[in-house]
Nanobody, 135 residues
Framework: EGQLVESGGGSVQAGGSLRLSCTASGFTFADSDMGWYRQAPGNECELVSSITSDGSTYYADSVKGRFTISRDNAKNTVYLQMNSLKPEDTAVYYC?????????????????????????????WGQGTLVTVSS
């Protein structure tokens, strides 16, 4: 089974920076698109950024110019560099791979990043990492 393990979350003041990492295993990472999603308290899941297997990127309007997604295929890792953080960036951030399967956290019955169509939860999701930005 594929696995996605996020790290790098934490608490920062507004204007600060964090770098999230997501290390993948159990599938051919280099061939997979990857995405970062987030869910703020009381909000539904939203796509923050994604990167295709050939390096094309997407950013939500709310993070353009502040966040940068990248990948290191040699390390099976996707990164999200977050600069100029704002309190509204506070959320649990999830790594996702659009590959059918179930990670360990999903096997426990945990539904990551609620609010997406049901079929999206048949794909691989990490356990999430909390980012808190204080004003």
């Amino acid at each position: 089974e594929g696995q996605l393990v996020e790290s790098g979350g934490g608490s920062v003041q507004a204007g600060g920076s964090l770098r999230l990492s997501c290390t993948a295993s159990g599938f051919t990472f280099a061939d997979s698109d990857m995405g970062w999603y987030r869910q703020a308290p009381g909000n539904e899941c939203e796509l923050v950024s994604s990167i295709t297997s050939d390096g094309s990127t997407y950013y939500a309007d709310s993070v353009k110019g502040r966040f940068t997604i990248s990948r290191d295929n040699a390390k099976n890792t996707v990164y999200l560099q977050m600069n100029s953080l704002k309190p509204e960036d506070t959320a649990v951030y999830y790594c996702e791979a659009p590959i059918q399967g179930m990670t360990a956290i999903q096997a426990l019955g945990v539904i990551p990043c609620r609010g997406l169509p049901a079929h999206r939860y048949l794909e691989l999701w990490g356990q999430g990492t909390l980012v808190t930005v204080s004003s």
